[in-house]
């Protein structure tokens, strides 16, 4: 299959925070991928800004070594990566001052797409965008990119929300939630609205239940004074997993265009009940032989904030009333992995007798580590010895009949940021789902604070409190196995 690679209108890309970590692990091997792959144009410019003071040729170090460190695969492409780094410009700015803003608007260039990475803390993103405007850096065709958290709650949202608005249309705002750009969010979508197979069963009355689980085995790193004032609901629940469950529940939108899509998805939402306490398992993380406990990491003897939460959630509509939506996070568990399942209910009746054995289907998207989607099908077991039934993955992701092109599909990252190029807004979250997201988001961490709730501990490698499988069990249902 010949490579569809399709380059990008040349671009002056000027990345706030250029300097820091998010731009040295994601943000710079991954325009390094598009460059490699031929979509970032030779007369794209990226521009580093931060306060160090450094010489260009300094910061060209400091890129290759975090290409090297970050992506060693890509590191091999020597050549390319030194036409790369030539591409490469640096300029000190302080977000909060006067210092460097004249210096980089001599950088930029006319009639090339401008955008403008905000890769720092959102407590600089007010006075970023005053000063791009102010300085005369930004039109009205530039592009922002803002990361999370958006807020910790709604009224910090709101807050943050204005402070970009009184500078930039919402059409310039691209809020990034990587789990948006990741090739398997994406093809659910080419699966449920490209085919006439799933949309049908896409309903109540054929769906039991959807899992949506996102575990990880690390545990808080050196995030911790972070993480302790966020917590699991706040960090994982309120972006990812919604935007996930957006996905899976939206209704198809009329056209894959940014606002249509987006507006399915504010719907869903907008639908979610409130949800009842007794649905909720928060857990910490107990200490294990050889690593820290949860309070230890965050230095924080008595913290009740949650690493694990899990949920049961309800969409009040006619597609969804009746099927549960359970969801699932953590850190420090059993295996890392990523998974949305769609489990389908019980055939109404077996032909073949209890004796052949029953398997309900289930479509699993898994999103890491192992990007792809199953359908499990039940089939006859070959051979002779009568009518025995067995359960068989059938693969969706067609690497082999994709062929090379499939196995080196941008990550997430690489993916988002070609789209702010293209001005693609689809994959970015809108202001006001942000808003609605922590509008049902704040009742329930509110409701923690009221009743002093105590998170309970879980064992290190594990799938979480016993009680999160009591969620299910109560329910007559069961999580899937968390693996690798
Ligand atoms: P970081 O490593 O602390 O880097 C912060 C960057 O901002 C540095 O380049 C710093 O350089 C610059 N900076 C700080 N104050 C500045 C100012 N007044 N003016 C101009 N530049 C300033 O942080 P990070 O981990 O890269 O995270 C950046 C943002 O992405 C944060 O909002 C974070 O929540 C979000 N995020 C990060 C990750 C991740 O994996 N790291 C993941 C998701 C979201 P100087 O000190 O030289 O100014």
């Known amino acids: 299959m010949v490579s569809r690679v399709i380059p990008v209108d040349n671009f002056d890309l000027v990345i706030f925070g250029g300097t820091g970590d998010l731009a040295r692990r994601k943000i710079l091997p991954g325009l390094f991928r598009r460059f490699i792959s031929g979509q970032m144009p030779e007369e794209a410019r990226i521009i580093g800004a931060a306060r160090s003071d450094m010489s260009v ?21 020597k050549d390319c990566l030194e036409r790369f780094l030539g591409q490469l410009g640096y300029v000190a700015v302080d977000a909060m001052g006067e210092g460097g803003w004249k210096e980089l608007h001599a950088e930029m260039r006319e009639n090339t797409v401008r955008a403008f990475y905000f890769s720092v803390a959102p407590s600089l993103f007010g006075a970023i965008a005053e000063r791009l405007k102010s300085f005369g850096l930004a039109d009205d065709q530039s592009r922002i990119v803002v990361e999370k958290p958006f807020g910790k709650d709604l009224e910090t949202a709101k807050k943050l929300n204005r402070s970009l608005s009184e500078h930039f249309d919402e059409s310039q705002i691209y809020r990034i939630d990587h789990y948006l750009g990741k090739e398997t969010v994406q093809n659910l979508m080419a699966v449920r609205f490209g085919n006439m197979l799933f949309e049908p069963l896409w309903n109540s009355q054929y769906v039991d239940h959807i899992q949506i689980t996102v575990a990880e ?64 398992v928060r857990g910490q993380y107990a200490a294990s032989e050889k690593t820290p406990s949860y309070r230890a990491d965050v230095e924080n003897a008595r913290s009740f904030t949650e690493s694990f939460i899990a949920m049961r959630c309800q969409i009040s509509n006619w597609r969804w009333a009746g099927t549960p939506f359970y969801l699932r996070t953590g850190k ?22 209890p004796e052949a054995g029953y398997h309900r289907n289930v479509l699993s998207i898994r999103l890491q580590p192992n990007e792809g989607m199953t359908l499990g099908v039940t089939i006859k077991e070959p051979g002779p010895g009568g009518m025995r ?42 202001g006001d789902e942000v808003e609605a997201a922590w509008r049902w ?44």
């Open 217 to 280: 085995t690390v545990g808080v790193g050196g995030r911790g004074s972070y993480y302790d004032t966020s917590g699991a609901m706040r960090d994982m629940v309120q972006n990812h997993l919604m935007q996930l469950l957006c996905l899976i529940a939206m209704e198809p939108p009329a056209k894959f265009d940014p606002d249509a899509v987006r507006d399915e998805k504010l719907k869903v939402i907008r639908a979610l009940d409130p949800v009842e306490p007794h649905h909720i």
């Open 441 to 484: 988001t704040d009742p329930i961490i509110e409701g923690w604070q009221r009743r002093n709730d105590v998170p309970k501990e879980y064992d290190t490698g594990s799938t979480g409190p016993d009680d999160a499988l009591m969620l299910m069990h109560r329910d007559g249902r069961r999580w899937r196995e968390i693996k690798e």
């Open 389 to 430: 039934l067995v359960d068989v993955p059938l693969d969706m992701t067609f690497a082999e009949a994709l062929g090379p092109d499939a196995e080196e599909v941008p990550d997430a990252y690489e993916r988002l940021i070609m789209d702010v190029i293209r001005g693609n807004q689809t994959l970015f979250m809108r």
């Open 57 to 77: 040729d300094d910061y060209r170090v400091m890129i290759r070594d975090a290409v090297h460190e970050f992506d060693p695969a890509s590191a091999k492409h």
């Open 332 to 353: 420090r568990m059993k295996a890392r992995t990523s998974e949305i399942a769609v489990v389908f209910k019980d055939a109404p009746h077996s032909i073949f007798g």
